[in-house]
């Protein structure tokens, strides 16, 4: 029984926290779960950033036009393409990671996260691209 928890003791971190961040001397998938956590919080914080600027619409015409002054600034532009960066990265992680939740993939995870990660920058590149010219 003193074993048990001497080896929980030594696995579980100090600060639990921390080390959901901590990627040092890890593997490549620690940095995947460390930025998919990062990207997942950021689409947390952009949804309520997002109910804050729609909800000048509430102001009538007016309103329209200060969002649609906001939504045509270079910022706000350049903020859109880090949100497509969030959606990409957390929604093709998250189908790596359910796909060898799954069984599928698991001696692979390698060659399927960099295979995902490379369709993600295509579709990154032709949004920022889309974003901006139109």
């Known amino acids: 029984m003193q074993q048990v928890q001497i080896r929980q003791e030594a696995v579980r971190p100090k600060r639990p926290l921390k080390s959901w961040f901590d990627v040092r ?3 490549m998938g620690s ?3 460390a930025l998919n956590r990062l990207t997942g ?3 947390a914080l952009y949804l309520f950033l997002h ?3 729609l909800s000048l619409l509430l102001q009538g015409e007016e309103g329209w036009n200060q ?3 906001i939504a045509k600034s270079p910022i706000f ?4 393409v880090v949100l497509l960066f969030g959606l990409l990265f957390h929604g093709l ?7 060898v939740g799954m069984g599928i993939g698991v001696q692979s995870q390698r060659a399927l996260f960099w295979t ?7 579709l990154l590149v032709v949004g920022g691209f889309l974003v901006f010219t139109k």
Do not use: E, P, Q, S
């Open 25 to 27: 001397k890890r593997n």
């Open 31 to 33: 940095w995947a779960f």
């Open 41 to 43: 919080m950021g689409l």
């Open 51 to 53: 109910l804050g600027v």
């Open 67 to 69: 969002f649609v002054a």
């Open 77 to 80: 532009l350049t903020l859109d």
């Open 93 to 99: 992680n998250g189908v790596r990671v359910a796909l």
């Open 116 to 122: 995902l990660m490379i369709i993600g920058l295509v």
